[in-house]
């Protein structure tokens, strides 16, 4: 029994005196034991451009102050707009903020925030809503661009996890559900004795339980919470302390942070076995399941962090991408397939996830970025450096680029291109039941289709994965001619059956040994393609559909048809007499 272990009872109310002397706790902790370069001390940072000046208890008035270089201690409140009518600052009313707001006119998070400021003696407080001019777009795209930096020197974050909306307070009575409760046993000799045992948020599979609550769905609230120095959550049954050197719950529990969405504090310290690639590919992992209302939010949501990991590296930075690392960051596959058949090769086995097929973007990212579709991604290849050792490039690079919109050069973009050159093969792409199963098939160009072909895909070692469902679409060719292309659907429905003209790019090989390389042996372990479809909008400019693998596999010709003998063979030769072309993909 004592491998149990022994905790504290929780508060009834996250705003008890019991509540807040865990804070207290945690703060000192943090100030006094914890290392300066992880938990910055400094009690000092410059203001954002506005703040709010919150006085000390029984003020009845905040005053939204427009700084000029002060520093001070302040405070950052993350937390759910919701649906609601959220109080917010438009250039109409900063004169009347600026001159005072009284506290009876802020929603019920709003409020709660204010009251826990000022209870750990923090004097200013930033709100998003309330510190940005919302009908400004110059204002807004200014003041967005620096939201990852107000976060980073904060103080502290205050994180309204159980807040659905900015009118759901939480500092409140907590449900009896997560009362302390006696349970009643015997020893082993029959003396009775008592355990004292209480509920804890259990993370389900599908994140519908998530223990930080609502808050760690949204996409926005992604970049406050990593680049936080300490962050308090509260959760609909406890208070969650979080700095950049522990997670640890309000009874006393350490929480394990090896979640994607727990102890994102943590996960951007800058250590001897930082690696800048793997870092920014495990945050879009983690990122890119996150809700947004508007699309176009996907990148600017991010982009706080983005910044700071080309400060510290100096990378180029292009509509989600590192152009140092552009071959491994196009290796991105959605989620819809993975979790359909690419669990094993993940080496993660099956994380249970249920992901609807994502469908194209409005963020209006070029089609090679993982923002371009809504939707979560992930990556399974150069992710360490043994397989960067057994990586051989095929794919030279001549140009990237995107245009950013707005002010924010790591915010939203209005397209993009890559200009490569590459060993390409022509292809015929076909799925059926397109809406219900998602599943498609390539075939080189002039290779035998057999009538079924709904499982041979697999049982080659090719594989196709798409970014969303498809559908049929118009292109204009050169000469005046109509040419039905295939593209991305933004509909959760695609066309029922696709058969169309795809260009299958390879970007490159891994293999397990060293060995005298002939372009298409099967003597290799992973070729990677990107599978390419033309533009609606220039018939010599291509979009990208998916990424297609090849996969060695040792199997027993004689056991397999003649006809699946001779499809095999010109699987495993996909890419023989592969033209090296130079293609722009956008």
Same mark, same amino acid.
């Given at each position: ?39 910055? /001390? ?8 506005? *703040? ?9 008035? #905040?005053?939204?102050? =427009? ?27 900063? /004169? ?25 003696? *923090? ?18 795209? *200014? ?20 807040? /659905? ?23 082993? =000799? ?47 049954? =406890? ?9 640890? !719950? ?8 090896? &979640?994607? =969405? ?87 086995? !099956? ?121 049929? &679409? ?6 005046? !001619? ?29 293999? &397990? ?31 990208? #559909?998916?990424?297609?693998? *090849? ?36």
């Amino acid at each position: 029994w004592p491998s149990l272990g022994y905790n504290r009872p929780l508060a009834v109310n996250s705003g008890s005196i019991e509540a807040f002397q865990f804070i207290e706790e945690q703060i000192h902790e943090c100030l006094v034991s914890h290392d300066e370069s992880v938990c910055s /001390k400094s009690q000092s940072h410059p203001l954002p451009k506005r *703040i709010l000046q919150i006085g000390s208890e029984g003020d009845e008035r #905040l005053v939204l102050l =427009e700084t000029a270089g002060e520093s001070a201690r302040y405070a950052t409140l993350s937390h759910c707009w919701g649906g609601g009518n959220v109080l917010k600052t438009t250039e109409d009313s900063l /004169k009347c903020f600026k001159q005072g707001i009284d506290l009876a006119l802020l929603p019920k998070t709003f409020l709660d925030a204010v009251t826990v400021a000022r209870k750990i003696a *923090i004097r200013f407080l930033w709100i998003d809503s309330l510190c940005i001019i919302q009908n400004s777009e110059e204002d807004w795209q *200014i003041e967005s661009s620096k939201m990852g930096s107000y976060y980073q020197n904060a103080f502290i974050t205050i994180a309204a996890s159980s807040s /659905k909306d900015a009118n759901s307070p939480f500092l409140q009575e907590r449900a009896s559900w997560w009362d302390s409760q006696e349970i009643s046993h015997e020893d082993s =000799e029959g003396n009775p004795f008592a355990v004292i045992a209480q509920r804890r948020q259990r993370p389900d599979r599908k994140l519908q339980n998530n223990p930080l609550g609502h808050l760690s769905t949204r996409a926005w609230t992604f970049q406050e919470n990593m680049l936080s120095t300490r962050i308090i959550h509260y959760t609909s049954s =406890e208070i969650v302390w979080e700095c950049r050197r522990k997670m640890v !719950s309000e009874d006393g529990t350490v929480v394990r942070t090896d &979640r994607p =969405e727990l102890g994102l504090a943590s996960k951007l310290s800058v250590g001897s076995e930082f690696n800048p690639w793997n870092h920014w590919q495990e945050i879009v992992i983690a990122y890119s399941t996150r809700d947004l209302t508007f699309s176009i939010d996907k990148l600017p949501a991010l982009s706080g962090i983005a910044s700071k990991i080309q400060s510290l590296t100096s990378f180029e930075y292009v509509a989600g991408l590192w152009k140092q690392n552009l071959l491994a960051d196009l290796l991105w596959f959605s989620h819809s397939d993975i979790s359909q058949w690419n669990a094993e090769n993940l080496g993660r086995g !099956s994380n249970g996830l249920e992901h609807s097929r994502p469908l194209k973007s409005t963020s209006g990212a070029p089609s090679w970025s993982w923002a371009s579709i809504d939707g979560g991604v992930d990556y399974r290849v150069l992710r360490d450096p043994d397989e960067w050792q057994q990586f051989e490039p095929f794919l030279q690079l001549k140009s990237v680029d995107a245009t950013v919109r707005g002010l924010n050069p790591f915010g939203a973009v209005t397209g993009g291109s890559i200009t490569a050159t590459g060993p390409t093969v022509e292809a015929v792409l076909i799925s059926k039941d397109t809406a219900q199963s998602g599943s498609y098939q390539l075939f080189r160009e002039g290779e035998p289709i057999p009538e079924d072909c709904s499982t041979l895909l697999q049982e080659i070692g090719a594989d196709m994965c798409t970014d969303t469902i498809l559908e049929h &679409r118009e292109v204009h060719l050169a000469n005046g !001619s109509m040419e039905r292309t295939i593209q991305r659907s933004v509909s959760t429905i695609g066309t029922s059956e696709i058969r169309g003209p795809v260009l299958v790019l390879m970007i490159g090989l891994i293999t &397990r040994s060293p060995r005298v390389y002939e372009l298409g042996g099967y003597e290799h372990d992973r070729i990677y393609a990107l599978v390419l479809a033309r533009s609606e909008t220039a018939p010599d400019i291509y979009t990208r #559909l998916g990424v297609m693998e *090849i996969h060695k596999h040792n199997m027993a010709f004689e056991s397999w048809s003649s006809y699946t003998k001779v499809h095999l063979h010109h699987r495993k030769n996909f890419f023989h007499h592969a033209n090296t072309t130079a293609v722009t993909i956008i």
